[in-house]
C-alpha cells in the first residue's frame, strides 16, 4: 500500500488526477494488514485562502462532515458550522475537500464506506 500512496500523491501534485485515481481503486481492491482498518490519508490539499477575506483581514474556519468511500474519495461533503455569515471560506473549503483521498475502509477484509468523520479547517493570517 505504501507505494501506490506515494503515487497517488505525487500524481495529484503534479496534476495526473486520472493516474492518482488508478493508484486509489488498486489501493481499495489490496488485501489490507487488517481486516478490520481504518481510512488511513493519503493526500490532503490546503484551501486557498479568499483573496477577499485576505485583503480585509478576515479569519475563520469552517467544521464539515464527509465519508470516505470504498475507493478513497471523500463525498456526502456537509458544512456543519462555519465562522463565517456567507460562504467565504466554506467554498474553498469543500474544494479541497473534496479533493482528499485515502486508503478505504475495511470490514471483514472487504472495502466499506467510512462513518461520517469531521474535520475543521482554519483559516489564519500569516500561518
Not at 77 to 105: C, H, M
Request: with cysteine; hydrophobic share 30%.
Amino acid at each position: 500500500m505504501g507505494s501506490h500512496a506515494r503515487l497517488v500523491s505525487l500524481y495529484e501534485q503534479r496534476g495526473e488526477s486520472d493516474k492518482a485515481t488508478e493508484h486509489c481503486q488498486a489501493i481499495g481492491r489490496m488485501k489490507p494488514w487488517k481486516s478490520d482498518q481504518k481510512p488511513e490519508p493519503l493526500y490532503r490539499v490546503h484551501p486557498d485562502y479568499p483573496r477577499h477575506a485576505a485583503r480585509m483581514g478576515r479569519e475563520g474556519w469552517v467544521k464539515m462532515s464527509f465519508v470516505i468511500d470504498e475507493e478513497g474519495f471523500v463525498k456526502d461533503i456537509e458544512v456543519k458550522t462555519t465562522s463565517d455569515k456567507g460562504r467565504v471560506f466554506s467554498d474553498v473549503a469543500i474544494d479541497a475537500l473534496s479533493q482528499w483521498r485515502y486508503a478505504p475502509q475495511f470490514e471483514g477484509g472487504k472495502p466499506v464506506d467510512s462513518s461520517p468523520r469531521l474535520v475543521q479547517l482554519d483559516f489564519k493570517m500569516g500561518h
